[in-house]
């Protein structure tokens, strides 16, 4: 952190929310971050993730260094490579067989030279983003109704709306200090917005909710397109907004008739009760302000796009968008998810909010002086990496992303990128299942490193900014974009002294010939920013946040669409009429159940972040699948086994939970683990690579499986200071990392003949004094631990079945600094004695409160509120995000 700053204000790297982060030092030296009261995302709110993100600024797993097949190289030879390997394909293979495969974490400075060098260099549109897998329903939804993308709202309005509907949103973990700020304006309105969440599954988001429509996989155009038919028949539409600024309206209602006629038909396809559906119906009709809030349930679908639409249209007829109160609201995910779809960085996006039609292509080649201006769309990612494997793209650069991970189909991404000529990487990270598959390493600095701004889900766009020096020699995305470019020869397009000056360049073109807001031009494009085009370079440092539009011209607004003027040719909304669309995936006979994935509250992504805290790994350690007991019963599941989770495509071995919250005839596993945290557990090996036909968009929630137990020779788990090398015939590996220790669940197919040999090999600890075991040959268990002086330094434990000892608590006794006699004794009976605490799972985050802890103070000592609970033992006083599941806790134990 520069010595003249005391602290330095920034924006959270996480979800779309945005929230304004201060980091600063400390008395003793060390950075700390606190939320950012003045920024108008959270006003000082954070949740865990964002409170826990100064933890995350360690360099141990950092790619610090350029790598050219595994050995250390300069940035000059590694560029040089880049720029090689690319020139001989274009040239022996033309430009469409390069790409680049970016992301919605990248700053939008970094994601328009991306673009640029690409679609205005290279000469091909084979640049595309994860965002394809997060928001591009909501994107080809947005364009097929507004003929633009735009989210016509703001964040306010979810505090002001007197109904909000979740469809598909788990906002409570995901969108944390969004969800706290409606909790907030709920009590200060008393109780407005009501809330009304849909997801097959009952999560933390339903905590507060006056209803929770668990609907059946996939059928939400058919709820939404019978909320249509329902406000046709109750008279409930807008006429006048109808007349003035739609078209489509009697099309898509013939439509929605046919798939949604009534009541009773809705409730039996979606699964639910003609009450609940009649409620919900009821309630969406009679309320003037309703907000819509979707995200991946809707997204993540092989009819994304037609859920999206479907729900417009119901916003569209009742005239409910754009005003105060009002609006279909598709949350973004990563922090600058809207930023990249801003520049253009989806492959059937040309550049700021212009797409392929002749006009804005020459427009475009004319601002940058395209020596080759692409003029066609290119590969969606599921395609790009098909083209991959099949040979057609002979070189990738993939960049703040970690498809091997993330992408449907992962073995086969895998696959086609170890067969790839050129596999380039950036990352921040040394060891990923990406950066396994890379002939170059380019190491990029990350968040807390860099510069530059993003844009969250209300349209806001804010800086970040670095507080540190750059490690080793990581530099900049855009910084090796530009000098790739530059050895390509785009020298004078790519010449950029540093991100404000990419971003001027980016304001620019924003408002170039744009005549939306009052400026000169023959083109109309919502997203202008030219404001800002002659931004100072110290001005641009001191950006405050702003929401666009920002034109040079006129005022720009503030909410889009109240009074129309929609970005079509005829300026009117377009309802699209949404029919019946056969489920690519449908279960049967082999695979019966569908899996559905998402996120869990502490956790990021491939975890590349998270992971790296002990408190974020605390609340879920292990990846699972949560399945109905019902189910599990029908299938011999136990609560707490190991499970496999098998499809068509791959399979993945995690640890089964039982819960009522998961809908019957559905699986539920997390997208995170990867390989290195856990050996077999990335789910989206086993996930369907179909995709929605308009956006593209892979159906991560919708995957045929079938789950069976899984019975290793062996269970085990180890606890220890120092990171451990595993033998590598185990079978199922999980490493977490905890407070000054890591911990390893381990099984295995191999039985073990001497287990007290395999204990001190394990733990490096030759047999004497300071190792004490015990084993029950009979039942096959055994228990080992290291001491040294008297304090614990490892043990590992291992049962024939899944029925193991409490780790939080013998995680607790490695804080000791001596272990007594009956500790010791306790640790070999493999249970904690008279008076030793086991606070057990963590689940408030922020102040580490356990379940245990949690379940004395509400069996005995009677406490029966959150806020009761909260005044005892501070869990749930910070953030909030585990008030969910405190209140659940309460409800099930309380007597
Ligand atoms: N803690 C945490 N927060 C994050 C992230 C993270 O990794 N961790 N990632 C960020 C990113 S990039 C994104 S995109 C967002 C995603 O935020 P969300 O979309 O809220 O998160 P998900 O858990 O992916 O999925 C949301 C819900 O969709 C439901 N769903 C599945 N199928 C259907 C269906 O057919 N219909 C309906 N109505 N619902 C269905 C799932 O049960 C799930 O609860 O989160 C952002 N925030
Ligand atoms: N089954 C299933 N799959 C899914 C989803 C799902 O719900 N279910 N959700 C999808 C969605 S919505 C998303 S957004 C994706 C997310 O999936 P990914 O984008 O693959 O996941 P991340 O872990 O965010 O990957 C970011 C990478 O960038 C690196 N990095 C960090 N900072 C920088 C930087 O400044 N520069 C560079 N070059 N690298 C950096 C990190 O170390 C990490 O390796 O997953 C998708 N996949
Ligand atoms: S809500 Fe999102 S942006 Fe805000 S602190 Fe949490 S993760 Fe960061
Ligand atoms: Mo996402």
Redesign the pocket.
């Known amino acids: 952190m520069p010595a003249e700053a005391p602290e330095v204000r920034t924006t959270c790297p996480y979800c779309g929310v945005g929230c304004g982060v201060i980091a600063y030092r400390t008395d003793d030296g060390t950075i700390a971050v606190r939320g950012d009261e003045q920024h108008p995302a959270n006003f000082g709110r954070l949740c865990s993730k964002g409170s826990a993100l100064a933890e995350t600024l360690a360099l141990e797993d950092r790619l610090l260094h350029p790598e050219i097949d595994g050995q250390r190289v300069g940035w000059d030879a590694a560029l040089d490579a880049v720029a090689e390997g690319f020139r001989r394909t274009i040239a022996e293979h033309g430009p469409d067989a390069v790409a680049l495969y970016v ?4 700053l939008t400075e970094d994601y328009y030279v991306a673009n640029k060098l690409m679609k205005g260099c290279i000469g091909t549109s084979n640049i595309d983003t ?2 394809r ?2 928001m591009s329903s909501s994107v080809a939804g947005h364009k097929r109704a507004f003929g633009t993308d735009t989210v016509p709202g703001t964040y306010e309005d979810l505090e002001q709306a007197d109904l909000l509907i979740l469809v598909g949103s788990n906002l409570a973990w995901c969108h944390p200090v969004l969800y706290q700020r409606i909790l907030a304006a709920r009590q200060a309105r008393g109780g407005k917005p009501k809330l009304i969440v849909i997801d097959p599954r009952r999560t933390a988001s339903c905590d507060q909710a006056e209803q929770h429509l668990a609907i059946a996989p996939n059928t939400d155009t058919v709820l939404f397109n019978g909320l249509l038919v329902h406000l046709h028949r109750q008279d409930a539409v807008d006429l006048d907004y109808l007349d003035a600024h739609t078209d489509g309206y009697l099309a898509a209602l013939r439509a929605a008739r046919e798939i949604a006629p009534s009541i009773p038909e809705v409730a039996r396809r979606c699964g639910l009760d003609e009450e609940a559906v009649a409620n919900f119906y009821g309630d969406f009709t009679r309320t003037k302000k309703v907000v819509t809030v979707y995200s ?1 349930g809707v997204n ?1 679908s092989a009819h994304g796009t037609d859920k999206v639409n479907a729900i417009i249209n119901c916003h569209l007829a009742t005239g409910r968008i754009g005003k105060p109160g009002c609006g279909p609201f598709s949350v973004t ?2 922090p600058n998810a809207m930023g990249g779809r801003e520049v253009g960085g989806l492959a059937n996006q040309l550049a700021a909010h212009m797409d392929f039609a002749p006009a804005d292509v020459e427009r475009v080649a004319r601002f940058w002086q395209a020596p080759n201006i692409a003029r066609g769309p290119g590969l969606k990612a599921v395609e790009l990496f098909r083209a991959v494997a099949e040979g057609r793209i002979k070189a990738i650069w993939i ?5 091997v ?4 189909e992962a073995d086969a991404v895998r696959e086609a990128l170890m067969n790839c000529p050129l596999v380039v990487v ?4 040394r060891i ?1 299942d ?1 950066t396994a598959c890379a002939d170059i390493l380019l190491p ?4 807390g490193e ?1 510069d530059g701004t993003v844009t969250n889900s209300e349209r806001r766009i804010s800086r970040q900014r670095a507080f540190l020096d750059l490690p080793g020699e990581a530099r900049p ?1 855009w910084w090796a974009l530009a000098e790739v470019g530059r050895r390509l020869g785009f020298t004078a397009n790519l010449d950029f002294a540093g991100p404000a000056a990419v971003f001027r360049e980016f304001a620019a073109l924003s408002g170039y010939e744009n005549a939306a807001w009052g400026g000169e031009g023959d083109s109309r494009r919502d997203f202008d920013i030219s404001a800002l085009a002659g931004v100072a370079d110290a001005d641009y440092d001191a950006i405050e946040p702003f929401r666009w539009p920002r034109p040079a011209a006129g005022d720009g607004a503030e909410r889009f669409f109240a009074t129309g003027g929609y970005y079509t040719p005829d300026r009117r909304a377009r309802m699209i009429a949404v029919g019946e669309r056969a489920s690519v995936n449908a279960p049967d006979e082999t695979f019966p159940l569908v899996l559905n ?3 869990v509250r502490d956790h ?6 998270t992971a790296k805290t002990a408190r974020l790994s605390a609340h879920i350690p292990e990846p699972y699948a949560e399945i109905h007991p019902v189910d599990a019963a029908v299938l011999g599941i136990r609560d707490e086994a190991l499970v496999r989770v098998v499809s068509r495509w791959g399979e993945v071995i995690v640890r089964a939970k039982l819960a009522r919250e998961q809908r019957p005839g559905s699986v539920f596993v997390p ?1 995170h683990w990867c390989t290195p945290y856990a050996s077999r557990g990335r ?2 090996a086993v ?1 369907n690579p179909a995709t929605d036909p308009f956006s593209g968009q892979p159906e ?2 919708h995957t045929p499986v079938r789950v069976m137990a899984y019975k290793p020779a062996w269970h085990g788990f180890v606890l220890s200071r120092d990171p451990l090398t595993l033998p590598d015939d185990l079978d199922y590996v999980v490493r977490v990392r905890g407070d000054g220790l890591w911990r390893y669940e381990i099984a295995s197919e191999q039985p073990v003949a001497d287990w007290s040999a395999w204990a001190h090999e394990l733990l490096h600890e030759p047999p004497g004094e300071g190792w004490i075991e015990f084993e029950d040959r009979s039942l096959g268990r055994y228990r080992g631990a290291a001491m040294h002086d008297g304090r614990l330094v490892a043990c590992a434990f291992v049962s024939p079945g899944h029925e193991l000892p409490p780790r939080d608590w013998l995680a607790g006794l490695f804080e000791r600094p001596e272990l007594a006699a009956p500790e010791r004794a306790s640790l070999l009976a493999g249970r904690p004695g008279k008076g030793q605490p086991d606070v057990g799972r963590i689940v408030c985050a922020c102040f580490r409160v356990g379940v245990n802890t949690l379940l004395s103070a509400i069996r005995e000592r009677k406490l029966t509120t959150p806020e009761a609970i909260g005044a005892a033992l501070r869990a749930g006083t910070n953030c909030g995000s585990c008030v969910p599941e405190i209140r659940k806790l309460i409800a099930d134990n309380a007597s």
């Open positions: 992301s919605g974490q990248l994860n965002s897998l997060c991946q993540q995910g990563q960049m703040g992303t970690n498809p991970v993330s992408l449907p950036s990352d921040a990270v990923t990406t990029a600095a990350t968040w860099k995305d994935t998402g996120r990021w992504h491939t975890m590349t972040r997208m789910i989206d996930v991560s929630k």
